[in-house]
């Protein structure tokens, strides 16, 4: 008789998994839904679904981008013999983590003036880029990205927007900005 009992509670309670509301209106969990949610959660209420949690390391506050003093501007040739000058008007940054390493992305952006030397074509000025740490000042990485373009024919000046390659550092924490500076300054020739 015992068998028979639990043979036909679990038929019931299996039946009850598909079953759909009664159209009530109600938003009181059935009985069915009650006894399933007590089997599999010891509680007539299931829990509520948790939000998915990000780890610390996902997330940077992306260090700052400093124009080294005197760096914003350079020239090719000087006085009368002036070819061109370049000039730094914008800059942005991107970082992300993976791997417990910030990959730092910059971007620069400027115009290039002919001067009296100067004239159409094509130009180029090397940028360097490098990310600082500020506990002791010291450059952990750097590159130099070469700025090219074209002033056109008949212009006497052009704007540049150049992209860096990532550089990459150790993530410390999520404030990375004040961990890290980017430096940038046009190189001198």
Same mark, same amino acid.
């Given at each position: 008789?015992?068998?028979?009992?639990?043979?036909?509670?679990?038929?019931?309670?299996?039946?009850?998994?598909?079953?759909?509301?009664?159209?009530?209106?109600?938003?009181?969990?059935?009985?069915?839904?009650?006894?399933?949610?007590?089997?599999?959660?010891?509680?007539?209420?299931?829990?509520?679904?948790?939000?998915?949690?990000?780890?610390?390391?996902?997330?940077?506050?992306?260090?700052?981008?400093?124009?080294?003093?005197?760096?914003?501007?350079?020239?090719?040739?000087?006085?009368?013999?002036?070819?061109?000058?370049?000039?730094?008007?914008?800059?942005?940054?991107?970082?992300?983590?993976?791997?417990?390493?910030? #990959?730092?992305? %910059?971007?620069?952006?400027?115009?290039?003036? =002919? @001067?009296? /030397?100067?004239?159409?074509? +094509? $130009?180029?000025?090397?940028?360097?880029?490098?990310?600082?740490?500020?506990?002791?000042?010291?450059?952990?990485? #750097?590159?130099? %990205?070469?700025?090219?373009?074209?002033?056109? =024919? @008949?212009? /006497?000046?052009?704007?540049? +927007? $150049?992209?860096?390659?990532?550089?990459?550092?150790?993530?410390?924490?999520?404030?990375?900005?004040?961990?890290?500076?980017?430096?940038?300054?046009?190189?001198?020739?």
């Amino acid at each position: 008789m015992r068998k028979i009992f639990l043979t036909c509670a679990s038929a019931l309670l299996l039946a009850g998994c598909g079953a759909t509301s009664s159209g009530t209106g109600s938003s009181e969990p059935s009985a069915m839904t009650k006894l399933t949610n007590l089997i599999a959660f010891n509680s007539t209420t299931a829990p509520q679904p948790t939000e998915s949690v990000t780890s610390n390391i996902d997330r940077v506050e992306c260090p700052i981008v400093d124009v080294e003093e005197g760096g914003g501007v350079a020239q090719i040739g000087s006085g009368a013999g002036l070819r061109h000058q370049f000039a730094i008007s914008e800059t942005a940054r991107e970082c992300s983590v993976a791997n417990k390493q910030i #990959s730092i992305r %910059v971007g620069v952006a400027g115009r290039v003036i =002919a @001067g009296p /030397a100067g004239g159409s074509g +094509a $130009v180029t000025m090397p940028l360097r880029v490098g990310i600082r740490r500020e506990a002791d000042k010291k450059i952990l990485v #750097s590159k130099v %990205v070469n700025i090219s373009v074209t002033i056109p =024919a @008949g212009a /006497a000046n052009t704007t540049f +927007a $150049v992209v860096s390659d990532p550089l990459v550092v150790p993530w410390l924490r999520e404030e990375a900005d004040e961990d890290y500076m980017i430096v940038i300054s046009l190189a001198k020739r």
